[in-house]
């Protein structure tokens, strides 16, 4: 198959490459799952942006470079914010549903969340992403020249280098398309494509709990680093402090608004003669509106101190009518699992939220390999430094989608070479798949507990050491036995874990999300983390 462009995800990145692409190119869209099984579909909170005069684009830097712990690329974070408007414009026009509010200047209601100055969170109620994917979708399913590819499960990019190894010598390799396969035949297909544009979103499952989907398997981290790019920041795991605590509700976020909205953290009965009482305010002035990696470090803290399994997120105290008005999706939810936030506190704890690092690029996309781009969760443009501001994410994926679609349609079109099939002539079905499941799970326990919110270099080294054991197992069965979704995603995911316990090595501090207890200082200066692979990968 050709196309002049190749997308690999189907989150907000990935669409609005491809809508602001194919008026002039034909597009392909390959989706592990069906389209709104990304995260982007589960973004609760907001998109970020300055839309009332009484904000300002300096002020939305300066939160961001605050919330990044000083290592924030200012001239990406200010090429991001001041495009912020016209992206929100872009979605309006194609027709969002934003919550409306008529006394506002742009006529939609703005909410607040931790670490932001202003009101600047435009937001659907408490289901933006899911309002922003079934209004994109909707114009993607319809247009002639994006063709969908659900249920595709992207294997490696084709590289030049790869194709006549040979003929490497100095030569830049290029990026010519990848193998993918299709989950319901098992035939893995090649495409061809000028352009290939990774927008996979994070690496959330690689640990033991997660706000993430099950597709969130650091796909395009994995695949661009085992193709020769740089990677960067991937000690910066977000910790989301307040996933729901229930023994049936699996990932449920609860969203960043609910404290924005005064919502308050306070101990459970279990806590004994502390029970009900506030703590945020013992660990920083800001309380319950401090960055995220200040509230997920106090929960832990309190958690472990008391040993307790959870603590309580209260907003009871709110009217009832404006809590099912603005968290209908958090209040329908509870509800089925018998808490009804508008009479009783929430139960949560912090999980595995946003992969702030990724694949190294520029602000339209670019990666190291010519022909390659990255978008999204999936890269990192320098925006979110050592902490992602609440809401920034989802406004990356407009700012830098539209600038890497205008960068590609500028282009002029080239051949692109034979690409082979796929060669599965030496390999043979698998005869333990417990092998997989059992590697599965191994590495998101010691990845929760060696790697988590507080780290030390003895766990750390820990998990480097097994990772390397897992590594040499799962590249074994790689190459002898046919390839499964399960296995691509292993694959990945060992991939991804190994970027992130290196760079948490190489950081002799502690800053934003890396909290060591070895290094708690924060040095003078700070830098980012960046991984060269030392050959091509795979």
Same mark, same amino acid.
Not at 84 to 110: K, Y
Not at 345 to 370: E, F, K, N, Q
Not at 447 to 466: C, D, F, P, S
């Given at each position: $198959? ?14 609005? /490459? ?15 799952? !069906? ?15 300055? @839309? ?57 209601? @703005? ?13 659907? !109620? ?26 595709? %499960? ?25 193998? /993918?396969?299709?989950?319901? =035949?098992?035939?893995? +297909? ?12 994070? !690496? ?29 920041? $991937? ?83 709110? &009217? ?5 008005? +603005? ?8 509800? #089925? ?12 704890? &912090?999980?595995?939220?946003?992969? %702030?690092?990724?694949?190294? =690029? ?9 022909? @390659?781009?990255?978008?999204?969760? =999936? ?17 990356? %994926? ?7 679609? =205008?960068?590609?349609?500028?282009? #002029? ?40 919110? /507080? ?20 590249? #074994? ?49 700070? @830098?980012?983390?960046?991984?060269? &692979? ?5």
């Amino acid at each position: $198959m050709k196309f002049d462009v190749a997308i690999v995800g189907s989150g907000l990145a990935g669409l609005s /490459v491809a809508l602001h692409l194919a008026e002039t190119r034909t597009v392909a869209i390959i989706s592990k799952r !069906a389209l709104q099984d990304g995260a982007s579909n589960w973004a609760q909170g907001g998109i970020a942006a300055v @839309l009332d005069s009484g904000d300002s684009h300096a002020e939305h830097i300066n939160d961001t470079l605050v919330a990044g712990g000083g290592l924030c690329d200012e001239g990406a974070t200010r090429f991001i914010v001041e495009h912020g408007r016209e992206a929100i414009e872009w979605l309006i026009e194609q027709g969002v549903p934003f919550t409306r509010d008529e006394s506002a200047e742009l006529g939609f209601h @703005l909410t607040r969340e931790g670490g932001h100055s202003q009101r600047r969170i435009i937001h659907a !109620a408490d289901a933006t992403g899911h309002a922003v994917q079934v209004t994109l979708e909707e114009k993607v399913r319809a247009h002639p020249n994006i063709t969908l590819f659900e249920h595709h %499960c992207a294997i490696d990019l084709i590289t030049s280098d790869k194709l006549h190894p040979a003929k490497k010598g100095n030569a830049q390799p290029k990026c010519h398309g990848l193998y /993918v396969q299709d989950e319901q =035949t098992g035939q893995v +297909h090649t495409f061809a494509a000028e352009h290939t544009v990774l927008a996979t979103g994070g !690496a959330g499952k690689v640990y033991l709990y997660t706000t993430n989907p099950d597709t969130a398997s650091g796909d395009g981290i994995a695949m661009a680093w085992r193709a020769g790019c740089r990677v960067s920041n $991937m000690e910066f795991i977000q910790f989301h402090p307040t996933c729901l605590y229930h023994p049936y509700a699996k990932s449920f976020l609860i969203t960043e608004a609910i404290r924005g909205e005064g919502g308050l953290l306070k101990l459970p009965p279990e806590a004994g003669a502390a029970a009900g009482s506030r703590f945020m305010l013992a660990h920083d002035e800001r309380a319950e509106l401090a960055p995220r990696d200040v509230v997920a470090r106090a929960i832990d803290f309190e958690i472990k101190k008391r040993g307790l399994d959870y603590v309580h997120l209260d907003i009871s105290h709110k &009217p009832a009518e404006f809590l099912i008005e +603005h968290f209908p999706t958090i209040y329908a939810r509870c509800l #089925e699992l018998g808490i009804d936030i508008t009479k009783q506190p929430i139960p949560i704890v &912090p999980a595995a939220h946003y992969t %702030c690092g990724g694949v190294v =690029t520029d602000l339209s996309g670019r990666t190291d390999l010519p022909g @390659l781009y990255a978008v999204g969760e =999936t890269a990192c443009t320098g925006l979110h430094g050592a902490n992602r501001l609440a809401s920034n994410s989802l406004l990356e %994926c407009l700012v830098i989608g539209r600038a890497c679609a =205008t960068d590609i349609a500028a282009k #002029e079109k080239d051949e692109i070479p034979y690409l082979p099939d796929w060669d599965e002539s030496r390999v043979t079905d698998a005869d333990e798949e417990v092998v997989i499941a059992h590697n599965w799970d191994e590495l998101r326990r010691f990845m929760w507990n060696y790697v988590g919110i /507080v780290r030390t270099t003895k766990r750390l080294e820990r998990a480097q050491h097994r990772i390397a054991l897992l590594k040499e197992e799962i590249d #074994e069965y790689y190459r002898n036995f046919r390839i499964t979704h399960d296995l691509l995603e292993l694959r990945n995911l060992v991939d991804v874990a190994s970027l992130i316990v290196n760079s948490a090595l190489q950081r002799h501090e502690s800053r934003g999300l890396h909290f060591s207890r070895d290094y708690p200082e924060t040095l003078p200066k700070a @830098l980012p983390s960046v991984l060269t &692979p030392s050959r091509r990968q795979g």
